[in-house]
């Protein structure tokens, strides 16, 4: 059984030295009591001080050779009434404290402490800051123990999250990781709260970008981004095609075998053509509602793309139904440009001095990019998708000009609800090297089956290796991922007692046994504001999560909401 469920049984020995032990107590407390009042009356009334052995005191009043007076009962009363207050005291501390402890608190003991924590403690990750010159302290909080030491991510390490529904992964740690951030911030959500919670205090430190294509924080459009100045070849083009793909369907939809893959290439080859000729977003859907418009293959070949025009001719020329189907599922990818209150957040405006986001001036600034979305139909996941890609690709042409090839100022790239707003199918490719440019990613997710769902199988395990960090914060069904933990957590062992009566009476003898530290019943019924760290080079660590609201910057936060 697991370390949480053993129990010790209680026999009559123990309870006999539970009274023992009051006994003791009452025992001492009494004496100390006398001791202090005969001395304090002694003082107060002029009279010579009684022996200093408190138990001669004690004989002394029993055999009448120390006199007990008055001033000693009001002396003892006193002292009586000051000691039972202390009592009070400590016990309502060590209730309180009891009440914070969850069913799982007894694993601690078996777990990752003191010096098995690794380069999650705050001496190791200070090493980490200085070795590689950063002056921001070292690095972001991520929980503490329950002996309450903190416990940190330091500049170099990559993240990820799973945590069901409901068990305070905004409030314990996207919030906290966002208000702790020493330089520029991109973070995606499908909420508003987190916009809410954290602009007034980043606005303090730079300036806040708020992309809401969707109207989820019913944010005014003061600015706009045109993704395709992110295609600046067709590489780029089909990456910003998959981006689009990915976010038009559910990550378990099935997709044609033929017409789904010829459908992207065709749409990558369309925003190519877009963003040589300088033409809008939207464009991309006008070519693709008019098969026989050959704009696009003429533009791409005069310059240069003789092959990618050729493809598009090729599309064209197709048999009816085969067209229909390449351009059909090439249109249902760029559907999302109907909504007419997203391009407005993509498109040249209409109203002159809008300034352009630029993605390349974002990440040289101390600044805040939320990007919010939410799933569903006409969703702009891939708009936030690519956004995310723009920026951190930026910020990585900006670290290979700095010194040891990474940001002087880290920058982190909270993905709230990856799976649903940022199905970035690169990311898993890149994890461990944004770490090391010290773009700081922290990739969050409801359940393992989210991240395979987007990035399949192999995808998925690639990212969640590549983590220097993993947190399971609670809220997860999934049986072969607890059954996984569980068992990365490791067993621990104790001594079985086994009673056994003969011709000689009864014996007891103990077996050493190994069980499960937790098991997935435990890992299934988490308690909210504990969290399992899993951090590189070390055993796991039994956490208490950092709500905003107890953190160092609750005060301006709290401030700001009134």
């Known amino acids: 059984m697991s370390s949480t469920a053993r129990r010790s049984n209680p026999s009559a ?40 052995n408190p138990f001669k005191v004690l004989f002394g009043i029993a055999g009448g050779d120390v006199t007990w007076t008055a001033t000693a009962t009001k002396a003892a009363v006193g002292i009586g009434v000051v000691l039972l207050l202390l009592i009070a005291f400590v016990g309502a501390a060590a209730l309180k404290m009891f009440r914070k402890t969850t069913s799982v608190d007894k694993a601690d003991r078996h777990m990752a402490r003191g010096q098995q924590l690794g380069a999650l403690r ?21 929980a503490r123990t329950l002996s309450g030491k903190m416990l940190y991510r330091t500049w170099e390490d990559v993240v990820i999250v799973l945590a069901g529904p409901r068990v305070g992964k905004t409030t314990s740690f996207v919030i906290p990781e966002i208000l702790s951030a020493p330089g520029a911030v991109l973070t995606t959500s499908n909420k508003a709260d987190v ?42 083009a089909r990456q910003l095609a998959d981006m689009f793909e990915a976010a038009s369907h559910d990550p378990d939809a099935k997709v044609d075998g033929y017409f789904g893959p010829k459908g992207r290439d065709l749409l990558a080859n369309l925003l190519l053509a877009a963003a040589i000729s300088s033409k809008p977003l939207t464009q991309v859907y006008l070519w693709l509602t008019d098969p026989t418009d050959d704009t696009p293959a003429v533009i791409l070949h005069n310059n240069g793309f003789d092959l990618i025009s050729a493809a598009v001719r090729s599309a064209m020329s197709a048999a009816p139904e085969e067209r229909s189907g390449i351009f059909g599922s090439a249109e249902q990818m760029a559907s999302f440009m109907l909504n007419r209150e997203a391009t407005r957040w993509v498109t040249p405006p209409t109203v002159p001095g809008l300034p ?10 101390n600044d805040t990019l939320y990007s919010l979305s939410k799933e569903g139909q006409g969703s702009a996941g891939g708009l936030v998708a690519a956004l995310a890609a723009a920026v951190c690709e930026a910020a990585e042409d900006l670290a290979q000009t700095e010194p040891n090839g990474r940001l002087s100022t880290p920058m982190l790239v909270v993905l709230d609800e990856a799976a649903n707003v940022c199905r970035w199918a690169e990311l898993p490719n890149l994890y461990s090297h944004y770490g090391s440019r010290g773009i700081l990613i922290s990739t969050y997710l409801q359940s393992p089956a989210q991240g395979r769902a987007v990035w399949g199988n192999d995808g998925y395990e690639k990212l969640y290796s590549a983590a220097n960090i993993k947190v399971y914060a609670g809220g997860v069904d999934d049986m072969k991922y607890l059954t996984d ?15 056994s009566s003969g011709r000689n009476g009864r014996s007891v003898s103990r077996q050493e046994q190994s069980d499960l530290i937790l098991d997935v019943a435990d890992l299934r019924a988490l308690p909210r ?34």
Request: net charge positive; aromatic share 10%.
């Open 13 to 52: 020995a123990g309870a006999e030295a539970v009274l023992v032990w009051a006994f003791v107590a009452l025992a001492a407390i009494a004496l100390v009591t006398t001791w202090s009042a005969t001395h304090l009356a002694a003082k107060i009334d002029g009279n010579p001080a009684p022996p200093s």
């Open 122 to 142: 705050k001496t190791s990750a200070n090493k980490v800051a200085k070795r590689l010159g950063s002056p921001y302290g070292p690095g972001v909080p991520i």
């Open 195 to 236: 916009v809410q919670t954290t602009r007034a205090y980043r606005s303090t430190l730079g300036q806040t970008w708020v992309f809401d294509p969707q109207g989820l924080a019913t944010e005014p459009m003061t600015w706009w981004w045109n993704p395709l100045s992110y295609v600046t070849n067709e590489v780029k």
């Open 356 to 365: 352009e986001f630029d993605p390349h001036a974002f990440v040289r600034t």
């Open 485 to 499: 933990l569980s068992k990365a957590i490791g067993n621990y062992t104790h001594n079985r007692p086994s009673v």
């Open 529 to 562: 504001g504990r969290a399992v760290l899993l951090a590189s080079g070390t055993r796991a660590v039994l956490g208490r999560t950092l709500p905003w609201m107890d953190g160092p910057h609750a005060k301006s936060v709290k401030g700001s909401q009134t």
